[in-house]
């Protein structure tokens, strides 16, 4: 490009395979309680029981854009913006949800947003030696010299969470439970106590003896904003 302006664009993505993840090997199928607890059955045992297991796959694809602009006449500007998609059985090598079908875990990952757009600029002031304004010497023009301006602005889609309810509603110990989604999810996009970002009356405690049908990571918490460190 012109003006000193370059882009780039470009594909990344990757496949990871037999990543870790803590199993929970005493974990219940829903509705059978302690009794269907596996090393329960064998050998008695009802105390919780983890296997750090090489069993987590995950892949990420994403679209990534860059523009820069070369730092001249002092001013550097440059702006990116990634598209991306992560999914993954388990994130930050924690626990499953469902220790008895790992792929019902499958969904987006934890810490993965959708849309990242950051720009960042450095400029120097056009005041003292060698510029443009109060560049004749003496102490004023000393004072004003070298000084530049910089800042970043960032925005950022939420990231993803799962809809979950009470445990004991499935009778399953060892596993979490999933909420249990009875219509489409309305986000009302409020922000603080008593203003919810979504109708919570999307969501009941599921029927008993049996996981609910929400999805892991099936709802996405609020955009924020960062402009130079501060968080809106």
Same mark, same amino acid.
């Given at each position: 490009?012109? &003006?000193?302006?370059?882009?780039? +664009?470009?594909? @990344?993505?990757?496949?990871?395979?037999?990543?870790?993840?803590?199993?929970?090997?005493? &974990?219940?199928?829903?509705? %059978?309680?302690? !009794?269907?607890?596996?090393?329960? !059955?064998?050998? #008695?045992?009802? &105390?919780? %029981?983890?296997?750090?297991?090489?069993?987590?796959?995950? $892949?990420?694809?994403?679209?990534? /854009?860059?523009?820069?602009?070369?730092?001249? $006449?002092?001013?550097?500007?440059?702006? &990116?913006?990634?598209?991306?998609?992560?999914?993954?059985?388990?994130?930050?090598?924690?626990?499953?949800?469902?220790?008895?079908?790992?792929?019902?875990?499958?969904?987006?990952?934890?810490?993965?947003?959708?849309?990242? =757009?950051?720009?960042?600029? @450095?400029?120097?002031?056009?005041?003292?030696?060698?510029?443009?304004?109060?560049?004749?010497?003496?102490?004023?023009?000393?004072? @004003?010299?070298?000084?530049? %301006?910089?800042? @970043?602005?960032?925005?950022?889609?939420?990231?993803? =969470?799962?809809?979950?309810?009470?445990?004991?509603?499935?009778?399953?110990? #060892?596993?979490?439970?999933?909420?249990?989604? +009875?219509?489409?999810?309305?986000?009302?996009? #409020?922000?603080?106590?008593?203003?919810?970002?979504?109708?919570?009356?999307?969501?009941?405690?599921?029927?008993?003896?049996?996981?609910?049908? /929400?999805?892991?990571?099936?709802?996405? #918490?609020?955009?924020?904003?960062?402009?130079?460190? /501060?968080?809106?």
């Amino acid at each position: 490009m012109n &003006a000193g302006f370059t882009f780039n +664009i470009g594909y @990344v993505g990757n496949v990871g395979k037999d990543g870790s993840l803590n199993l929970a090997l005493n &974990a219940a199928p829903p509705g %059978t309680g302690s !009794a269907g607890q596996l090393l329960n !059955a064998k050998y #008695g045992r009802t &105390a919780t %029981t983890t296997l750090r297991g090489q069993i987590n796959n995950n $892949n990420y694809n994403a679209l990534q /854009a860059n523009l820069s602009r070369r730092f001249s $006449n002092g001013l550097y500007l440059h702006a &990116a913006y990634t598209y991306s998609k992560a999914m993954d059985i388990i994130s930050n090598q924690a626990g499953a949800m469902d220790n008895i079908d790992l792929a019902r875990n499958y969904g987006p990952s934890s810490f993965y947003t959708t849309h990242n =757009f950051v720009v960042g600029h @450095v400029y120097e002031l056009p005041f003292g030696k060698g510029k443009a304004f109060l560049n004749k010497g003496g102490i004023l023009s000393f004072l @004003v010299s070298g000084w530049q %301006t910089n800042g @970043v602005f960032r925005m950022q889609s939420g990231k993803p =969470f799962t809809p979950t309810a009470i445990a004991t509603s499935c009778n399953c110990p #060892g596993n979490s439970q999933f909420a249990q989604q +009875i219509k489409p999810v309305h986000y009302l996009h #409020g922000v603080g106590s008593g203003h919810p970002w979504f109708d919570p009356s999307s969501y009941t405690v599921p029927p008993a003896n049996q996981f609910g049908n /929400a999805g892991r990571n099936s709802i996405r #918490g609020p955009m924020f904003i960062i402009k130079n460190g /501060a968080r809106f």
